[in-house]
């Protein structure tokens, strides 16, 4: 008996948490018709066969698709809206694989961390795998968070953009990686083989000299490096000061700053004090902080040596200690000026609970800054996250901080870094980068390289390949700022707040309160005003505050921290208000951002009238301090969404706070006909469908409902024939008979005289 297949349409996926990890996403039900569990392997044909591991999709969700990453649509030779044969898949374990990848991957990665990054993935020779982990569902003999630190650690923070390419597999056809598999780069070693030995290095040193400058992509902190690599880091080029955009007043104070430690000490000295030179230069995760000391040494004819603090970090107190001497007598033995450079500084020196050895390292570097010519530069992410110790007068005394890059700076940045690269003509940077919000040098560089790689699989056999406006804008679905990597991205399926059918009121509202002091904010200065700081949604349960959300995500303006109420709940002491601060903390370095708390009256209940021993009255108080915090929260809006207004606690309520109210209505029957045809956008329908008829009967029906009936009626066809095409007027009146009304008359009476006391 052959094995059941099916054939599907092609749509990408919209989850980053699926991207490049060897999964494809079938609706529950497909995956019953060919017999699979979830996380099985199956074979996809389109123009190429490949194979890869089946998990189940929503089951709201279109049954008629597959969806798959852009590598994995690469491998199929289709793109969006193609159709594939699906069936179970035969795979064997491997023996052995071979693959090929670049020239920086290849010398930096052992096939033993190879190997733990293709554990639990299916492989097909001539496919493309990426680095990422298979962490959706982790296979025996697999450590998720290890292998990530060993991949981060030895090609730096844009591993996860590293291609593949199978060259061979023992047995042919699908394999599956397992810890007992022989993984080799093709022409170099192999799992399990003896690899030559490196000579001692002074692990977590790099001396970087100054060189002319060439337009690369060093926006990005260099990795730690051998001694026996230092010459090919000493050739390494550094980009110009000009071309450092948005870092241009940091960069004045440093060279000013060096320029009188290193060339004027005599000016100093007549001035009755010394050369002593000390900096704390914080900024966010990517932002380029070394690169900008690098940048301003080499102007100023200045050696760097740079120690990664999270590399010694690690080591024993004594091995550590003796790896920072060991960099500042690098510094320090010759005679030409040098800065020592540590990097993460608060990795060796946190603020809470400093090691012992903090004590040695504040002294070595004390001693180390009356030596002249000799500076230190030591850069964080957040200035208070490091040791205040660091402060003191002869230590680091001055203080540099690097913003999050702006629209403007986006733009430039984006011109620095594709300026050597091929590009079609009408090519704008202007749309990329006000669809990055967030993003920093190293963001826009790994946007860069997977534009180019989209670009390249585009034109494969094209002698002189380009980058297209398409390849930017595609690659904005697979890159996430730094400042995201650790929070959910809320689904936004390509909505707009075009795609909100009616509700004209309330787009106004949210398009004032939030996009307005992103578009136009040269009009609230000349106004002299301050935009809204929070918007409270409020209407009846599948009324589609969720849906409004998810479309202002949609405009790709902001960055948005979707959490809700009840999540932020801790039963122990302090835990709830941590994650309030904590959540504010990370909106502030995503900025522009909006923070949605979604069933806000869990989170926020009037005060006094709970029985969780003050819990919820210490979130309240967590929340006003944010909202009024000494610090006014810059391009951060909070949208809160409840069904129960009356139970929020009034104080979030007043002016400066959750200040405007707009209340989400029940879809009236237009409203419930754009309902009807957006849920149905990818849904064939029957010529004898008439969604506006078939509206004006569904009084009660909220925009879930709507949408529900759409998915109903999908399913009911499907049951009929799995090889169906289409919806008919017939499956949508069954649907009905399934998916029944669920708005409450009494609530919606109530949420209507709330609304009227409001006016």
């Known amino acids: 008996m052959s094995a059941p297949q099916i054939t599907l349409t092609v749509r990408h996926t919209p989850s980053v948490l699926d991207s490049r990890r060897g999964v494809v996403r079938l609706h529950p039900e497909v995956l019953d018709a060919l017999g699979l569990m979830a996380w099985d392997a199956v074979r996809v044909t389109g123009a190429r066969v490949s194979s890869a591991l089946a998990a189940p999709s929503d089951a709201e969700g279109v049954p008629g698709v597959i969806l798959v990453d852009d590598v994995t649509m690469s491998n199929l030779g289709v793109t969006e809206g193609s159709e594939v044969v699906v069936a179970p898949a035969e795979v064997s374990a491997a023996k052995t694989v071979t693959v090929a990848g670049s020239?920086?991957?290849?010398?930096?990665?052992?096939?033993?961390?190879?190997?733990?990054?293709?554990?639990?993935?299916?492989?097909?020779?001539?496919?493309?795998?990426?680095?990422?982990?298979?962490?959706?569902?982790?296979?025996?003999?697999s450590d998720v968070p290890a292998v990530r630190g060993q991949l981060s650690r030895a090609i730096g923070m844009t591993w996860t953009n590293e291609l593949l390419t199978v060259t061979a597999t023992e047995p042919s056809g699908p394999v599956a990686v397992g810890p007992s598999t022989v993984v080799s780069w093709r022409g170099g070693a192999r799992t399990g083989e003896t690899e030559p030995a490196a000579a001692p290095a002074r692990a977590g040193t790099?001396?970087?000299?100054?060189?002319?400058?060439?337009?690369?992509?060093?926006?990005?902190?260099?990795?730690?490096?051998?001694?026996?690599?230092?010459?090919?880091?000493?050739?390494?080029?550094?980009?110009?000061?000009?071309?450092?955009?948005?870092?241009?007043?940091?960069?004045?104070?440093?060279?000013?700053?060096?320029?009188?430690?290193?060339h004027r000490p005599e000016l100093l000295a007549k001035l009755g004090t010394s050369a002593h030179l000390g900096v704390l230069l914080s900024g966010p995760e990517g932002v380029g902080k070394a690169t900008l000391v690098r940048a301003v040494a080499q102007a100023e004819k200045v050696r760097v040596v740079t120690l990664a603090a999270p590399n010694i970090a690690v080591l024993d107190p004594n091995v550590a200690a003796a790896r920072l001497r060991e960099a500042i007598e690098q510094a320090t033995r010759d005679e030409d000026p040098a800065v020592l450079m540590i990097t993460d500084i608060d990795a060796l020196l946190p603020a809470s609970q400093p090691p012992p050895l903090a004590t040695v390292v504040l002294d070595d570097l004390r001693k180390a800054l009356r030596s002249k010519g000799f500076a230190v530069v030591a850069t964080t992410g957040r200035a208070e996250s490091a040791d205040p110790r660091l402060r003191a007068a002869d230590l680091l005394d001055r203080e540099l901080g690097l913003p999050l890059p702006d629209s403007k700076t986006r733009t430039e940045l984006l011109r620095v870094l594709l300026r050597e690269a091929p590009l079609e003509a009408g090519v704008d940077v202007g749309p990329i980068a006000e669809r990055t919000p967030g993003f920093v040098a190293a963001d826009l560089i790994a946007l860069r390289r997977d534009a180019a790689l989209r670009a390249a699989l585009r034109q494969r056999d094209v002698d002189e390949p380009r980058i297209s406006q398409q390849d930017l804008l595609d690659a904005l679905t697979t890159v996430r700022p730094i400042s995201m990597s650790t929070s959910d991205n809320l689904?936004?399926?390509?909505?707009?707040?075009?795609?909100?059918?009616?509700?004209?009121?309330?787009?106004?509202?949210?398009?004032?309160?939030?996009?307005?002091?992103?578009?136009?904010?040269?009009?609230f200065a000349r106004l002299g005003v301050d935009p809204p700081r929070g918007v409270l949604l409020y209407g009846p349960?599948?009324?589609?505050?969720?849906?409004?959300?998810?479309?202002?995500?949609?405009?790709?303006?902001?960055?948005?921290?979707?959490?809700?109420?009840?999540?932020?709940?801790?039963?122990?002491?302090?835990?709830?208000?941590?994650?309030?601060?904590?959540?504010?903390?990370?909106?502030?370095?995503a900025a522009p951002s909006l923070i949605f708390l979604d069933e806000i009256d869990a989170?926020?209940?009037?005060?006094?009238?709970?029985?969780?021993?003050?819990?919820?009255?210490?979130?309240?108080?967590?929340?006003?301090?944010?909202?009024?915090?000494?610090?006014?929260?810059?391009?951060?809006?909070?949208?809160?969404?409840?069904?129960?207004?009356?139970?929020?606690?009034?104080?979030?309520?007043?002016?400066?706070?959750?200040?405007?109210?707009?209340?989400?209505?029940?879809?009236?029957?237009?409203?419930?006909e754009a309902i009807l045809a957006a849920s149905a956008k990818n849904t064939p329908l029957a010529s004898d469908v008439d969604l506006a008829a078939y509206a004006a009967t569904l009084d009660g029906y909220s925009a879930a409902d709507c949408a529900a009936l759409i998915r109903e009626a999908a399913l009911t066809a499907?049951?009929?024939?799995?090889?169906?095409?289409?919806?008919?007027?017939?499956?949508?009146?069954?649907?009905?008979?399934?998916?029944?009304?669920?708005?409450?008359?009494?609530?919606?009476?109530?949420?209507?005289?709330?609304?009227?006391?409001?006016?």
Not at 577 to 588: G, Q
Not at 723 to 731: D, L, N, W
């Open 103 to 141: 020239r920086i991957a290849s010398v930096s990665l052992s096939p033993h961390t190879l190997r733990l990054a293709l554990i639990g993935k299916v492989l097909t020779v001539g496919d493309a795998v990426s680095l990422l982990p298979q962490d959706l569902a982790p296979a025996p003999g």
């Open 206 to 262: 790099t001396l970087v000299r100054s060189t002319p400058a060439t337009p690369h992509e060093d926006f990005i902190d260099a990795e730690i490096v051998e001694d026996e690599q230092i010459e090919e880091v000493a050739e390494e080029s550094v980009p110009p000061l000009s071309d450092l955009a948005g870092s241009e007043s940091a960069a004045r104070k440093l060279a000013e700053w060096f320029d009188l430690a290193f």
């Open 491 to 523: 689904a936004t399926g390509g909505l707009t707040l075009d795609d909100v059918g009616n509700m004209i009121d309330v787009k106004q509202s949210l398009t004032e309160a939030v996009l307005w002091p992103l578009r136009y904010p040269d009009s």
């Open 541 to 589: 349960p599948g009324g589609g505050k969720t849906f409004l959300v998810r479309a202002l995500a949609g405009t790709g303006a902001l960055n948005v921290f979707a959490v809700k109420g009840a999540e932020l709940m801790d039963k122990w002491v302090g835990e709830s208000e941590r994650a309030v601060r904590e959540l504010f903390r990370r909106a502030a370095e």
């Open 603 to 672: 989170l926020a209940p009037r005060r006094g009238q709970s029985s969780d021993s003050g819990v919820s009255d210490r979130v309240v108080a967590a929340l006003l301090t944010e909202l009024d915090g000494v610090e006014p929260m810059r391009e951060v809006v909070v949208l809160g969404a409840t069904n129960r207004p009356e139970l929020v606690d009034p104080a979030l309520l007043r002016p400066g706070r959750l200040e405007r109210r707009v209340y989400v209505p029940p879809p009236d029957a237009h409203a419930r």
């Open 718 to 759: 499907m049951r009929e024939s799995l090889e169906a095409k289409e919806v008919t007027a017939a499956h949508l009146a069954k649907a009905a008979k399934t998916v029944r009304p669920s708005l409450d008359p009494a609530q919606l009476a109530a949420l209507e005289a709330y609304a009227q006391n409001q006016v």
